[in-house]
């Protein structure tokens, strides 16, 4: 070989060995291409528990009792009735299950004061209720029926609280108070109750979410 032949190979060979090694560096210093994108991952939900349904109100029957009558009757519109001063009243009181019945009262007075149970009365010390077993208030004194009569012409509201048990935030509170206050009376002779509670009472009307308790608000009005 001559040369200039010679010269042209090694020449030749230079070059591939240079387009090799930039092939090398080329490759080596670009890194694979990746896919860059952030896959947000699904975030898992949380459950939220279910709220137990508000505990069922008792049904309430008013019965009337009219001056000269020996006999009561249903007073079928006693919400928008007005009685008069002479006009006696009992209350039919049918829960929905078992549990106590507590009656709250705001009379004409203006004093908040327990109903019932009541302590000084025999028979109506003990506010236990079962379902399918009305209760009648004023307690019946020897089989014989007794009556609310009015002391004064006004606004009477009865709240008739219905608890399961003593476990219940209102039968709790009102349970309290009877034991704090019995020496704290009306003259009537009622316990006298701390006014707070009858807002208690009507935050239970308006958002009636305890499935511990229900309270029904009666209003009663009558002149002379």
Same mark, same amino acid.
């Given at each position: 070989m001559g040369g200039k032949a010679r010269r042209a190979l090694l020449f030749g +060979?230079?070059? +591939? +060995? +240079?387009? #090799? $090694? #930039?092939?090398?560096g080329w490759h080596w210093f670009s890194p694979a291409p990746s896919d860059s994108r952030t896959v947000a991952a699904t975030p898992t939900p949380i459950a939220t528990p279910t709220p137990p349904p508000p505990l069922a109100s008792p049904q309430l029957t008013v019965f009337v009792k009219k001056s000269g009558t020996a006999e009561g009757q249903v007073a079928e519109d006693w919400r928008e009735q007005v009685f008069t001063s002479r006009d006696q009243l009992r209350l039919t009181i049918d829960p929905p299950g078992d549990g106590l019945i507590y009656l709250v009262q705001r009379g004409t007075l203006d004093d908040l004061t327990l109903l019932y149970p009541d302590r000084r009365i025999p028979y109506a010390t003990d506010n236990s209720v079962q379902a399918g077993t009305p209760v009648i208030f004023p307690p019946a004194t020897r089989g014989e029926p007794n009556w609310f009569a009015f002391s004064k012409p006004g606004v009477e509201i009865i709240y008739v609280v219905y608890? &399961?048990? !003593?476990? $219940? !935030?209102? $039968? &709790?509170?009102? *349970?309290? *108070? =009877? *034991? &704090?206050? =019995?020496n704290s009376r009306n003259r009537l002779g009622q316990v006298v109750l701390d006014k707070g509670i009858e807002a208690l009472l009507q935050q239970a009307i308006r958002q009636p979410t305890d499935d511990r308790s229900s309270v029904t608000r009666m209003e009663i009005r009558h002149v002379r």
């Open positions: +060979l230079f070059g +591939l +060995l +240079l387009l #090799g $090694a #930039g092939g090398v608890v &399961r048990d !003593k476990t $219940a !935030k209102l $039968a &709790r509170v009102i *349970e309290k *108070e =009877q *034991e &704090r206050n =019995q």
